[in-house]
Structures are given as C-alpha cells and as structure tokens.
C-alpha cells in the first residue's frame, strides 16, 4: 500500500494515522489538535461482514500530545471522537518508539501501542443487533467500551543511497476479549494479529 509521510516545520506532522497540528510545543513536548480519516467498511470486504451493513468513511477530530527525549525516545497519546460518517465514537490511542541502535546505513526501533474505543465505537464495528443477526447468521453481541488492543513492532531502515531507504517490519497485535468476543472475528477471525512487511520510501524535500 503506498503510504505519505510528511513533516512541515515540526509543526504539520502527517501519516497514515492522520494529521497532527502542533500549536504549542517546549522543550521536546509538543500537542495540539489532530484529525483523521478512517476507511469505510463494506459487506463485500469480507465474508464475516455478510449481513452487517456497510459503515461509510469516517471524520475523527481530537487532540494529541507528543514529547521526544534523549533523540532515542517518543511517545504519542491521541483522543479523537468521530463526527461525520460511520461512527460517532471515541478512541484513545497511544505509541511509543524506542531507537535500538545506529551503524552505518542500518537502523533499528521498537515500538508499543495500545488503544482504548468506547461504547459507539465498539457498537458499530464489533456488536451484533438481533436484525444484523438474522441477516448474517452471527449471533447476536453486544460489544462495549474498554481495550481493544495492545501490540508492539520492530522496524529496521536501511539507506539505499541519497534518498532511498527500505524498511522492513513485523508486528503483533492482541485484541482483548470484550471485543475479541464478538462472533465477526470469534467466528472468522483471530484475536493474535501479525504482520511482516517491508516499505519501499523515497524523501523529497521542497524549500
């Protein structure tokens, strides 16, 4: 999947995850407003989904706070509630990255995150209403607030040349019972996830 990553002057910070503002920042510490946007989800995606509905994009505004120490060190916490789209909910989410080591052109870090939703949010994605249960066949599940994941990364970067780099990944993630519980992945899915990959990046600078 292509992915954009752009920083403007420590203060504009924009990923996969979103787009931070940072209005206010002091001595490595840095927060302000954040905003995202999450995919839309169809019946078609998947066959656990047969019968639930399709939930459209969603737009989530909040606040974040972020703060960088010894150059080795950042940890990010975020609070959105989604207000136009699918879902009307609130999730916390926080991350933090810890550089291993550098030599040479090779790199490493280790990264941990977690995420808390709450009660709409677990509503549209995780629960089971009793016509999204005659619909589908699931049974019937009502999910609520609470955690519903935690994970860690690690990552490597290797300097191609002036500004290329590859960076390859693996990563795990365990979904918690109060939303592990719900028939869509009970029944069709798996509350370990992993993943391995790699990135392909190319830096463009623009003065």
């Known amino acids: 999947d292509p992915e954009v990553y752009v920083k403007f002057r420590n203060i504009v910070f924009l990923d996969n995850d979103g787009a931070d503002i940072a209005l206010f920042g002091f001595s490595g510490f840095s927060f302000g407003p954040t905003i995202r946007l999450v995919g839309d989800r169809d019946e078609s995606d998947n066959e656990a989904l047969v019968g639930l509905g399709d939930i459209n994009h969603t737009f989530e505004v909040g606040g974040f706070a ?27 989410d926080a991350a933090g990255t810890a550089l291993l080591f550098r030599y040479g052109r090779v790199s490493t870090s280790v990264s941990a995150q977690a995420a808390w939703i709450g009660n709409s949010y677990a509503d549209t994605y995780f629960s089971v209403t009793p016509a999204q249960s005659e619909a589908s066949g699931l049974a019937v599940y009502d999910a609520g607030r609470g955690i519903r ?10 300097n191609l ?6 960076n390859p990944y693996v990563s ?19 509350r370990n996830q992993y993943t391995v990959g790699f990135h392909l990046m ?5 003065k």
């Not at 994941?149 to 290797?158: K, L, R, T």
């Not at 109060?178 to 028939?183: A, K, L």
């Not at 190319?202 to 623009?206: H, L, M, T, V």
């Open 172 to 190: 795990y993630r365990y979904i918690f019972d109060g939303i592990g519980d719900t028939p869509i992945i009970d029944d069709f899915g798996e």
């Open 161 to 166: 040349g002036k500004r290329w780099s590859m």
């Open 66 to 92: 972020a703060t960088k120490f010894l150059d080795r060190f950042l940890v990010r916490a975020k609070v959105r509630k989604g207000v136009v789209g699918g879902h009307d909910g609130l999730i916390v």
């Open 202 to 206: 190319r830096q463009f600078e623009f």
């Open 149 to 158: 994941d935690i994970g860690g990364s690690f990552n490597a970067y290797i």
